[in-house]
T-cell receptor, first 112, second 114 residues
Framework: KNQVEQSPQSLIILEGKNCTLQ??????????LRWYKQDTGRGPVSLTI?????NTKSNGRYTATLDADTKQSSLHITASQLSDSASYIC???????????FGTGTRLTVIP | EAGVAQSPRYKIIEKRQSVAFWCNPI?????LYWYQQILGQGPKLLIQ????????DSQLPKDRFSAERLKGVDSTLKIQPAKLEDSAVYLC????????????FGPGTRLTVL
C-alpha cells in the first residue's frame, strides 16, 4: 500500500535552534519527493524536489535529504526563525502517473 | 506571475445546503486540481482536469460533489447537499503539465458545515 508517514506530528522549538523532520514512504515506483511548507490559512508552497539519484538538496536554511534505499527523507531547518512556524508536508510522486501521495504533515512552532 | 486565485476564502453553511467554490489557475497552466484537506491531514485529491477534460475523479464523492472547467481555464467545485464531514479546506492547484511538473496551490477555501 502506498503511504507517506511523517514524524513528529508536531514540534516546538526555540528561535535560532535547528530541527529535523522525518518522512518515510512506501510509495512505488518512486519518481520524486517534494517538501512543502504550508503557512496557516495558505496553500502549500514547494521548498525542494528530489529525484531518485539525489541525496541532498538545499534551499536557504532548508536542507532535504533522501535515502532511496531505505525510503526515507528528512528536512533539516537551520537557525530557525519565527516565520518557519508552519506545517511541513512530504509529498511523493509515482513514476508514470499523476498520483501524488501526501503525508499528514509536521506542525512546527518556533517560539521566541 | 499571479498565483492561483480562489474564492471565497471562508464559507459557513448549514448541513444540507449547497455551496460552490471558484478557482482561477495560473495563466497557461493546462492542469487543474481540486483537493480536500481535513484539519490535521494532508490534502486528498478530489479531481484533476487536463484543459477541460477530467483526468482523475476517482476520489470525488459524485453523489454530492461536482466540478467543471468548461472553457479549460476557471473551475468551480460544488457540494450539494453538504454534510458535516465536508468541513475542510478546499485547495485548488494548477501545473503547466502533468508528471513531474510542480503544482502551485491557491490559498484555499475554508468550509465549515454546521
Amino acid at each position: 500500500k502506498n503511504q507517506v508517514e511523517q514524524s513528529p506530528q508536531s514540534l516546538i522549538i526555540l528561535e535560532g535552534k535547528n530541527c529535523t523532520l522525518q518522512c518515510n514512504y512506501t510509495v512505488s515506483p518512486f519518481s520524486n519527493l517534494r517538501w512543502y511548507k504550508q503557512d496557516t490559512g495558505r496553500g502549500p508552497v514547494s521548498l525542494t524536489i528530489m529525484t531518485f539519484s539525489e541525496n541532498t538538496k538545499s534551499n536557504g536554511r532548508y536542507t532535504a535529504t533522501l535515502d532511496a534505499d531505505t525510503k526515507q527523507s528528512s528536512l533539516h531547518i537551520t537557525a530557525s526563525q519565527l516565520s518557519d512556524s508552519a506545517s511541513y508536508i512530504c509529498v511523493v510522486r509515482i513514476t508514470g502517473a499523476n498520483n501524488l501521495f501526501f503525508g499528514t504533515g509536521t506542525r512546527l512552532t518556533v517560539i521566541p | 506571475e499571479a498565483g492561483v486565485a480562489q474564492s471565497p476564502r471562508y464559507k459557513i453553511i448549514e448541513k444540507r445546503q449547497s455551496v460552490a467554490f471558484w478557482c482561477n489557475p495560473i495563466s497557461g497552466h493546462a492542469t487543474l486540481y481540486w483537493y480536500q484537506q481535513i484539519l490535521g491531514q494532508g490534502p486528498k485529491l478530489l479531481i484533476q482536469f487536463q484543459n477541460n477534460g477530467v483526468v482523475d475523479d476517482s476520489q470525488l464523492p459524485k453523489d454530492r460533489f461536482s466540478a467543471e472547467r468548461l472553457k479549460g481555464v476557471d473551475s468551480t467545485l460544488k457540494i450539494q447537499p453538504a454534510k458535516l464531514e465536508d468541513s475542510a479546506v478546499y485547495l485548488c492547484a494548477s501545473s503547466h503539465g502533468t508528471g513531474a511538473n510542480e503544482q502551485f496551490f491557491g490559498p484555499g477555501t475554508r468550509l465549515t458545515v454546521l
